[in-house]
């Protein structure tokens, strides 16, 4: 079973920036999309970035411009690189792997808090 594990959260003042990581357990990325998702208080759960197994990226509107996804194949891990952060980004990123017709992995997440 690979597991993910997220790292990077914290607290940073409106316009800063951090910079996620997600390290799996083996190397999963040549057959697994890779997003980060995040989940506000009272909120849905939503796709903020993915990379698909053959490198393609997408991001929200939301955060297009600002945020960065990418992945270190030697270190199995992925990257999530937030700049300008605004308040509205405070919420819990958490990590996902998915593969067609397979169960979807999820990291334990990790908090970002932006203050005004």
């Known amino acids: 079973q690979v597991q993910l594990v997220e790292s990077g959260g914290g607290l940073v003042q409106a316009g800063g920036s951090l910079r996620l990581s997600c390290a799996a357990s083996r190397n999963i990325f040549s057959i697994y999309n890779m997003g980060w998702y995040r989940q506000a208080p009272g909120k849905q759960r939503e796709l903020v970035a993915a990379i698909t197994s053959g490198g393609s990226t997408n991001y929200a509107d939301s955060v297009k411009g600002r945020f960065t996804i990418s992945r270190d194949n030697a270190k199995n891990t992925v990257h999530l690189q937030m700049n300008s952060l605004k308040p509205e980004d405070t919420a819990v990123y958490y990590c996902?792997?998915?593969?067609?017709?397979?169960?979807?992995?999820w990291g334990q997440g990790t908090q970002v808090t932006v203050s005004s």
């Open positions: 996902n792997a998915a593969k067609v017709l397979y169960r979807d992995i």
